[in-house]
């Protein structure tokens, strides 16, 4: 039966390192009496931004970590901890994590890996204060647009105005050959 225990634990920890490395964006948080309506709710919010919230014992959430080569996270990993895992748009997830957080005040984010990057629970608020992924492109989009946009507008009005030029020229031949 022993042996069983041990192949299983093996299963979780080849499972969990396989999210984890499929995961660029990870969060570790803290569920201080949260119950399972809570822990509900919690995941509803995080499959709007497309990622989950895994409850993992510790032991086996550091070696994930470790095969994973997520060390970074490992300090994080003490008490009742889950990982948040998957997700494209770190800002939504660090949203949602707050928000449940000040709804509930049962969950406590810890820190995270955003793209590689350590991030620690101060960066994570600063994070959700950001504006949403297509409002930030939508502006970088705009920020490049505009000196292309400004210059076609005064080689527009260059011309404009001598096309007028040229009219005045011709009009005014023409009515002085009359």
Known sequence: ??????????????ELTA??????????????NMSASDLEKLRQK????????????????????????AE??????????????GG???I??????????????????????????????SQIKE???LPPREVLLARAFGGMKAPVTGFVNVLHGTLSKFAYAINEIKNKREGGAS
């Not at 999210?19 to 201080?32: L, Q």
């Open 1 to 14: 039966m022993a042996k069983f225990g041990r192949v299983c634990k093996e299963y979780m920890i080849k």
């Open 19 to 32: 999210k984890i490395k499929g995961s660029p964006n990870m969060f570790v948080a803290d569920f201080i």
């Open 46 to 69: 995080l499959r709007l931004c497309k990622a989950s919230y895994i409850v993992v014992k510790n032991s086996l959430c550091k070696l994930a970590l470790k095969n994973a080569g």
């Open 72 to 85: 970074p996270l490992t300090p994080f990993v003490e008490g009742s901890i889950g990982l948040v895992l």
């Open 88 to 90: 494209t748009d770190p």
């Open 92 to 121: 939504a997830i660090s949203k949602a994590l707050l928000s449940v957080s000040k709804d509930l005040n049962k969950l406590h984010v810890k820190g995270a890996v955003l793209d590689g990057k350590l991030v620690q629970p």
């Open 127 to 129: 994070i959700s204060l």
